[in-house]
């Protein structure tokens, strides 16, 4: 598994592992406490009955009913755990029914199932099912580790079509948000993505005002990367939903997911320029449009935006608002996040113990900061503290959580130019640390994608539902 060279390659060592380990006969075993096995089981049952019998209108009743995304937890991380390739065959074989019930479904006849009722039955059942998003987190340099969980998702076909970014993630999810399926293998190759921005340091342009980072250089690289698009262009072009998650630069206002739906003429790459002005690094951006005719116009010209993981890194309240996502697969490369997280179950004392200490430290901090939040009557002090409250408050994890190894050499390259040979390695610890993952991906995304891709067939301006 250490040297496998694809997914391919590891899936078959891990399997290999769990046969030699005892841990296929698991998979085997539907018993469990870790979920409610029972019943999965007599739901793949009824189902596997009803769809022998034909019975259309108890398959629908039951679907819409009872059809959830985490039916008896069955997508308990503990599943996980312990095979390391899939869970209980139990859950697959209930996820199989469900999506070949599905399928059937879709392709029956008008004569049988007449297509308005059809249509009313899937956009309703994916409505209350719900759908996933891949967010990807700020993070500098470090988060050109995105690109590897992209490509390893999407190598498998398990690409969500909503993508959602701030600061160094915006610009990965800009650059896979303005190109289409035949281009996105391009942007894995070798010196395709070239983001440089660190190379000025100086403490002269500090002084100035003009931040730590070259602001130019930057703007230059993302320009290189992310074509010129609206974001309503991008979704045409592509299919996929991009945001890019923006925040104030002033007080009384407030931060911004940016999207087709609220945002349709503003620049995807402009957008991410913001998303990446790390206060002290780089001076705030101002976002740009296209106005009717074609032209390029401020947008909002008084306002100007900041880095997007100060406010909202992982937005996972606007996602489900503007998109009905109630699953997050985040991957989170920010500095300050890393050494929190942990793909460990506390499952005995000491784990329990270190899992404890960094939850009160951070309950500390967060009671700290708001306290001084309150007694300060100086506005500039005032916005620096609410900027640290936010960072301090956010949840940075999702349902399933995506990181890199703790490697020191990697936090060292946070503020530095990447060289071909860097990015490289950063797209492949990306698709390593995913492997282990995707088959959880594949099935708690498995019956969404199904709803996504029978929902375009009936209807093709069903590929984004409108925002609530």
Not at 154 to 170: F, H, M, N, R, Y
Not at 382 to 398: E, N
């Amino acid at each position: 598994m250490e040297n496998a060279a694809s997914y391919a390659e590891w899936r078959g060592a891990a399997e290999a592992h769990d046969q030699l380990s005892g841990a296929l006969d698991w998979r085997d075993e539907a018993e469990t406490p870790d979920y409610d096995w029972r019943l999965l089981k007599n739901r793949t049952d009824l189902l596997r009955r009803l769809r022998r019998k034909g019975d259309i209108s108890r398959l629908l009743f039951y679907l819409h009913e009872e059809l959830h995304g985490n039916l008896g937890n069955m997508a308990n991380p503990a599943l996980y755990g312990r095979a390391k390739f899939g869970t209980k065959r139990l859950i697959t074989n209930y996820l199989n029914e469900v999506i070949e019930t599905l399928e059937e479904l879709y392709g029956l006849d008008e004569t049988l199932l007449p297509r308005e009722r059809k249509l009313r039955f899937f956009r309703q059942a994916a409505h209350s099912f719900g759908r996933s998003a891949l967010v990807l987190s700020g993070g500098a340099t470090l988060g050109l580790f995105h690109l590897g969980v992209i490509k390893a998702l999407w190598s498998e076909d398990l690409l969500p079509t909503v993508l959602s970014g701030s600061s160094a993630g915006s610009i990965v999810a800009s650059i896979v948000a303005t190109h289409d399926d035949r281009d996105l293998p391009g942007i894995f190759a070798p010196g395709y993505v070239n983001i440089e921005a660190w190379r000025d340091f100086g403490l002269d342009s500090f002084f100035e005002g003009r931040g730590l980072g070259n602001i130019d250089k930057l703007q230059a690289a993302i320009n290189r990367n992310v074509t010129k698009l609206t974001f309503e262009e991008a979704f045409e072009r592509t299919g996929r939903v991009v945001n890019v998650s923006v925040s104030p630069a002033v007080s009384n206002q407030f931060p911004r997911l940016l999207n087709f739906h609220n945002a349709p003429n503003v620049f995807v790459r402009r957008a991410a320029l913001a998303s990446c002005a790390l206060p002290g690094l780089f001076p705030p951006v101002a976002l740009q449009a296209k106005n009717f005719d074609g032209r390029t116009v401020a947008y909002m010209p008084k306002s100007t935006w900041q880095d997007g993981s100060l406010k909202m890194d992982v937005p996972k309240m606007h996602l489900a608002r503007m998109h009905k996502v109630n699953h997050f697969i985040v991957s989170q490369t920010n500095p300050h996040v890393l050494p929190f997280l942990s793909d460990r179950h506390p499952d005995n004392s000491l784990l329990f113990i270190l899992e404890l200490i960094k939850s009160t430290a951070r309950i500390n901090v967060e009671h700290i900061l708001d306290r001084l939040r309150q007694h300060t009557d100086s506005p500039a002090l005032s916005l620096a503290l609410d900027k640290a409250h936010a960072v301090a408050t956010q949840t940075y994890s999702g349902d399933i959580t995506i990181f890199p190894a703790r490697q020191t050499g990697n936090m060292l390259q946070t503020f530095a130019d990447p060289t071909p040979e860097q990015v490289a390695r950063f797209v492949s610890d990306g698709e390593r640390a995913t492997w282990p993952i995707i088959e959880r991906i594949r099935n708690t995304t498995h019956i969404s994608r199904v709803f996504e891709r029978c929902l375009r067939g009936l209807d093709p301006a069903e590929r984004a539902p409108a925002p609530e």
